[in-house]
């Protein structure tokens, strides 16, 4: 049979005829479904590629009544997810595990209130088979929009807005954030440290109320002038730090809820002249490579696997929409661990 020449586009018929299968025998192998013989499948595979078929999108959409994208909503500011390394690595890792399964990735960006009218139209339009949401705050209406469009959602914390209890099944990807904060406390209380301060992440954010319960487990009395709220920002973490040092000059330990503010937090204690890990000791949370080893002291941090909660998350979202497919039950939920990287700063 002749190659085709250039220019030409092969239809599916092509497909079929060099394959000497019917136009439906043909369909059925391109589209993934069941019931044609393995040698068929074969011989339907092999002229797909000997002429380069590519499926008409459209067409493919309306027999597997799947787009294959998946959207990504980080309820963050734009500046923010671009600038915070912890959103590039999540999203890298959602990337590989959908880039994997030939699966699209959009990404659905949140800069005002305004946006969320948008983004429900945008999933209640069909355009996604599921969504990826993380990063989510106590009143945040993302899980009500994915609720009414119907969307598969898999989160990237545990949920804690206010209607989450009652969706008890909600299928989350985190990480062991309170036992991560309660192990870095107590290594800080080993070293002999008495006055360890806190700087906590937003209270309407399951991951900082876990890190802040954490810290609380190991030292229930402490004084709660000893903590102070950031924003998981590094200007916020510097603030929270001065704060801190005017209403505990002689604080000998930090425990920051992330690395970012970590590094603000180093900042100011360097300002005030205060060496650390001989004054200070600090330790932070994520243990992001680009921020912990570039500080100077490296840092002492609780390790999360942070592309990996992102590869998680993928994949418990397209499990559960095969088996939403075979009318299985939806996938449980993950809890990943932590570890405690020991360098230099405590």
Known sequence: MPEPSPGFRPTLEAVAARAGVSRATASRVVNGGAGVRQPLVDKVRRAVDELGYVPNHAARTLVTRRTGAVA???????IRIFSDPFFSQQIRGISKELTAHDTQLVLLLLEGPGDYDRIARYLAGGHVDGALAFSLHTDDPIPEI??????????????????????????????????GARAAVRYLRDLGRRRIAHIAGPRDQASATDRLDGYRDVLPDADPALIAEGGFTAESGALAMAELLARYPDLDAVFAANDLMASGALRVLKEQ???VPGDVAL???????????????PLTTVRQDIEGQGRLMARLLLRGLE????GAQAPASVITPTTLVRRASA
């Open 283 to 297: 330790v932070g949370f994520d243990d992001m490579d680009s921020v912990a080893e570039a500080m100077d002291p």
């Open 273 to 275: 002249g205060r060496a």
């Open 323 to 326: 088996q939403d497919r075979e």
């Open 146 to 179: 994915t609720r009414r469009a119907g969307m598969p959602t898999v989160y990237g914390g545990r949920p804690s807005w206010t209607a989450a209890q009652d969706h008890q099944a909600v299928p989350y990807v985190d990480a062991d954030n309170r036992g």
């Open 72 to 78: 990504v909503i980080i309820a963050e500011p734009e």
